[in-house]
């Protein structure tokens, strides 16, 4: 397992910019498919953006396409979220999730930060 931690959240307004990261430890960081997932007052859970390892390949959730950009250094073992034109029903916490094979369910996911609380008024 990995072990991970997010930071970056905060309140910002409508239509503002907001960056995540989340740091892991462990040397083998670069192995990981590395996601972001969110949940809501009230909400399930839901996946927003994954990574494959090596950074190649991407995958959103539709209603963060163009707004949100993942990516990864492999050398600093972090994970980004790029955040823009955010909207107020983008409010959630944010969970960074590490995963040994592709996948953009919570389940395929087994290591998990604390989550990092973003909140966007209007």
């Known amino acids: 397992q990995v072990h991970l931690v997010e930071s970056g959240g905060g309140l910002v307004q409508a239509g503002d910019s907001l960056r995540l990261s989340c740091a892991a430890s462990?040397?083998?960081?670069?192995?990981?498919?590395m996601g972001w997932f969110r949940q809501a007052p009230g909400k399930e859970r839901e996946f927003v953006a994954a990574?494959?390892?090596?950074?190649?390949?991407?995958y959103y959730t539709d209603s963060v396409k163009g707004r949100f950009t993942i990516s990864r250094d492999n050398a600093k073992n972090t994970v980004s979220l790029q955040m823009n034109s955010l909207k107020p029903e983008d409010t959630a916490i944010y969970y960074c999730?590490?995963?040994?094979?592709?996948?953009?369910?919570?389940?395929?996911?087994?290591?998990w930060g604390q989550g990092t609380q973003v909140t966007v008024s209007s």
């Open positions: 990574i494959s390892s090596q950074g190649v390949r991407t």
């Open positions: 999730a590490a995963a040994s094979n592709w996948g953009n369910d919570s389940s395929d996911f087994g290591s």
């Open positions: 462990g040397r083998t960081f670069s192995s990981y498919v």
